[in-house]
């Protein structure tokens, strides 16, 4: 027993407390309620783990709730894109569900507060009031209209909701405390006069609830035991119980906010009002960019489920803040993707070598395993002929000592094939290597059982067959920042840390079989990389994105 508390996360403990101390198992509600203003990016990740981890854990329901109360930044593309990403990491949400279909019942509630003296109209602008709650070692001053008679607040609020006021003229704010040290008891804005369309419930309001009285007011409605949120949101726990406390009736769930660490990720920004510019500022090609830390951008880049809910079991649910090395990511995705990949052949910087005393008109189906990971993976064929294309960089006419791969002279494996040895190259009028001249022991094919063919060389190389050859656009993409921490800095904007060299785009070759590959499957291009198959690729433009590099020296 006490083996199993050590293993719990501090968030299971206190469930395990509650349950221990009169909650019904059948009470527990989670729910993963994301702001539909923006893509989630990979600090989201973390969250939906916890909630809908808990879900499974306990055997209870989560929901997707949608905390749309403000119509200026929300977007229906948001909400489509955020039950993809939730669907596509593997988790199913009990109901869907929305801050704004409860707009009516919390008006009603504001309305009960005016009548209770908990809650006033106030005429003054925005910069007032903020200028009056002060510090939190200094007593705010109450506004003005702060004991104005309760039918005069009721009668401005009920024209504030009929549109008769402008934007900005008054609000309604709760009565709490304005010498409280906590800035967020000190009279807080309850709602503002927004005459902005909401993309679900059009002109109906004219004004719109704040994210506070909305979010536990929504959490009470849906009855969650447990309203899990990040560490920004633990001063907000005050003011989330007291509007709990004006509505809470004996008999229903007590709801409880508890707080977890957000999660940073080295050489990434998680910033949605940052995120937006990157892509408004045209440093990045939309949201599902692969250099984007969105969910949407993983995705596209290759990375998958498995990969990031590896990651975040590993990174755990802490109470303090810390920044996440990239490289553990990158970690998880690799272990991932050598599992599940299937192995291909690509040359990314071609350059031609002739096999001289191979028949000119002769090719061969080799037989190779399509990943010797997965016994289940099955073999594929792949032409080979007089004509192939390496890398260029796999080669050099006169190579120090501990260069492994062709020279002239010396000896390689073609990867699935035979020993070839290189004898001369061919220069154009800039002196540039056009071709290389190599001839080969045909007794040294892999795999045909013959003594020659267990002859060992040091190096191993990949390869095309010219005449075989797909024609593949090839984008390598790197860390989108040059700094750990690119919104550190305060004095700097972040785009001075862009990286210039986050995407290279090549144009290689490829074996005939990558026009088989699916959209969004893994494959590993022999000795180069991880890559996916882009959403640009058409029938006659193959593109690839290299998700990771095949190796990293960091070990979790």
Not at 198 to 227: C, F, L, N, V
Not at 505 to 518: D, L, S, T
């Given at each position: 027993?006490?083996?199993?508390?050590?293993?719990?996360?501090?968030?299971?403990?206190?469930?395990?407390?509650?349950?221990?101390?009169?909650?019904?198992?059948?009470?527990?509600?989670?729910?993963?309620?994301?702001?539909?203003n923006?893509?989630?990016?990979i600090?989201?990740?973390?969250?939906?783990?916890?909630?809908?981890?808990?879900?499974?854990?306990?055997?209870?329901?989560?929901?997707?709730?949608?905390?749309?109360?403000?119509?200026?930044?929300?977007?229906?593309?948001?909400?489509?894109?955020?039950?993809e990403?939730?669907?596509?990491?593997?988790?199913?949400?009990?109901q869907e569900?929305?801050?704004?279909?409860?707009?009516?019942?919390l008006?009603?509630?504001a309305?009960q507060?005016?009548?209770?003296?908990?809650?006033?109209?106030?005429?003054?602008?925005?910069?007032?009031?903020?200028?009056?709650?002060?510090?939190?070692?200094?007593?705010?001053?109450?506004?003005?209209?702060?004991?104005?008679?309760?039918?005069?607040?009721?009668?401005?609020?009920?024209?504030?909701?009929?549109?008769?006021?402008?934007?900005?003229?008054?609000?309604?704010?709760?009565?709490?405390?304005?010498?409280?040290?906590?800035?967020n008891?000190?009279d807080?804005?309850?709602?503002?006069?927004?005459?902005?369309?909401?993309?679900?419930?059009?002109?109906?309001?004219?004004?719109?609830?704040?994210?506070?009285?909305?979010?536990?007011?929504?959490?009470?409605?849906?009855?969650?035991?447990?309203?899990?949120?990040?560490?920004?949101?633990?001063?907000?726990?005050?003011?989330?119980d007291?509007?709990?406390?004006?509505?809470?009736?004996?008999g229903?769930?007590?709801?409880?906010?508890?707080?977890f660490?957000?999660?940073?990720?080295?050489?990434?920004?998680?910033?949605?009002?940052?995120?937006?510019?990157?892509?408004?500022?045209?440093?990045?090609?939309?949201?599902?960019?692969?250099?984007?830390?969105?969910?949407?951008?993983?995705?596209?880049?290759?990375?998958?489920?498995?990969?990031?809910?590896?990651?975040?079991?590993?990174?755990?649910?802490?109470?303090?803040?810390?920044?996440?090395?990239?490289?553990?990511?990158?970690?998880?995705?690799?272990?991932?993707?050598?599992?599940?990949?299937?192995?291909?052949?690509?040359?990314?910087?071609?350059?031609?070598?002739?096999?001289?005393?191979?028949?000119?008109?002769?090719?061969?189906?080799?037989?190779?395993?399509?990943?010797?990971?997965?016994?289940n993976?099955?073999?594929?064929?792949i032409p080979?002929?007089?004509?192939?294309?390496?890398?260029?960089?796999?080669?050099?006419?006169?190579?120090?000592?501990?260069?492994?791969?062709?020279?002239i002279?010396?000896?390689?494996?073609l990867?699935?094939?035979?020993?070839i040895?290189?004898?001369?190259?061919?220069?154009?009028?800039?002196?540039?290597?056009i071709?290389?001249?190599?001839?080969?022991?045909?007794?040294?094919?892999?795999?045909?059982?013959?003594e020659?063919?267990q002859?060992?060389?040091?190096?191993?190389?990949?390869?095309?067959?010219?005449?075989?050859?797909?024609?593949?656009?090839?984008?390598?993409?790197?860390?989108?920042?040059?700094?750990?921490?690119?919104d550190?800095?305060?004095?700097?904007?972040?785009?001075?840390?862009?990286?210039?060299?986050?995407?290279?785009?090549?144009?290689?070759?490829?074996?005939?079989?990558?026009?088989?590959?699916?959209?969004?499957q893994?494959?590993?291009?022999?000795?180069?990389?991880?890559?996916?198959?882009?959403?640009?690729?058409?029938?006659d433009?193959?593109?690839?994105?290299?998700?990771?590099?095949?190796?990293?020296?960091?070990?979790?």
């Amino acid at each position: 027993m006490e083996e199993e508390k050590k293993r719990l996360n501090f968030i299971e403990q206190i469930i395990e407390d509650d349950l221990a101390n009169g909650m019904k198992r059948e009470q527990l509600r989670f729910r993963f309620p994301p702001e539909p203003n923006g893509y989630l990016h990979i600090g989201h990740t973390k969250a939906i783990c916890i909630n809908f981890g808990l879900g499974e854990k306990y055997n209870a329901p989560v929901n997707l709730r949608f905390d749309d109360t403000n119509p200026e930044k929300e977007e229906q593309e948001y909400v489509d894109s955020i039950k993809e990403d939730v669907s596509w990491l593997g988790f199913q949400w009990d109901q869907e569900l929305y801050a704004s279909d409860y707009f009516q019942q919390l008006y009603e509630w504001a309305v009960q507060m005016i009548k209770d003296g908990k809650a006033y109209v106030d005429e003054q602008p925005s910069e007032i009031i903020t200028e009056q709650r002060k510090n939190p070692i200094e007593p705010g001053i109450e506004s003005p209209y702060r004991n104005r008679p309760v039918e005069e607040s009721l009668d401005l609020f009920q024209r504030m909701k009929a549109g008769e006021f402008e934007e900005g003229t008054m609000s309604l704010r709760a009565k709490i405390d304005m010498t409280s040290p906590n800035m967020n008891m000190r009279d807080p804005v309850m709602y503002r006069i927004l005459k902005r369309p909401h993309h679900r419930t059009g002109d109906q309001w004219k004004i719109y609830p704040m994210y506070d009285w909305a979010h536990g007011e929504s959490d009470y409605i849906e009855q969650i035991s447990h309203s899990l949120c990040s560490l920004e949101f633990e001063n907000h726990r005050p003011l989330y119980d007291w509007y709990l406390d004006q509505v809470y009736e004996e008999g229903n769930v007590r709801n409880k906010q508890r707080e977890f660490a957000r999660m940073n990720v080295s050489y990434m920004i998680t910033s949605k009002r940052k995120l937006h510019r990157l892509v408004k500022e045209g440093v990045v090609n939309g949201w599902d960019d692969p250099r984007m830390p969105t969910i949407s951008g993983l995705r596209r880049k290759g990375y998958t489920p498995a990969s990031i809910k590896n990651f975040i079991e590993r990174v755990g649910v802490a109470k303090r803040e810390n920044l996440i090395d990239i490289q553990l990511l990158e970690f998880f995705v690799r272990e991932d993707l050598n599992k599940i990949a299937r192995r291909m052949m690509a040359v990314k910087d071609p350059v031609k070598l002739i096999i001289e005393n191979y028949p000119e008109d002769h090719e061969e189906w080799l037989e190779t395993e399509n990943n010797p990971e997965d016994p289940n993976a099955g073999t594929r064929k792949i032409p080979f002929s007089r004509e192939i294309w390496i890398e260029r960089e796999d080669f050099m006419e006169e190579a120090p000592k501990k260069f492994f791969r062709l020279s002239i002279g010396n000896e390689v494996r073609l990867k699935s094939a035979y020993i070839i040895k290189a004898e001369r190259v061919e220069r154009d009028e800039n002196g540039e290597i056009i071709t290389i001249y190599a001839t080969y022991d045909p007794d040294t094919r892999s795999g045909s059982g013959s003594e020659a063919s267990q002859r060992k060389v040091k190096g191993t190389l990949h390869w095309v067959s010219v005449k075989h050859a797909v024609p593949v656009e090839i984008r390598i993409y790197d860390r989108l920042f040059t700094v750990e921490q690119p919104d550190a800095e305060k004095d700097s904007d972040f785009l001075e840390f862009i990286n210039p060299d986050s995407l290279t785009v090549v144009y290689g070759y490829a074996e005939p079989a990558i026009q088989e590959m699916e959209t969004g499957q893994p494959i590993q291009f022999q000795r180069i990389g991880y890559f996916t198959k882009d959403t640009d690729s058409t029938g006659d433009r193959l593109v690839f994105n290299r998700t990771v590099t095949l190796k990293d020296s960091y070990k979790p």
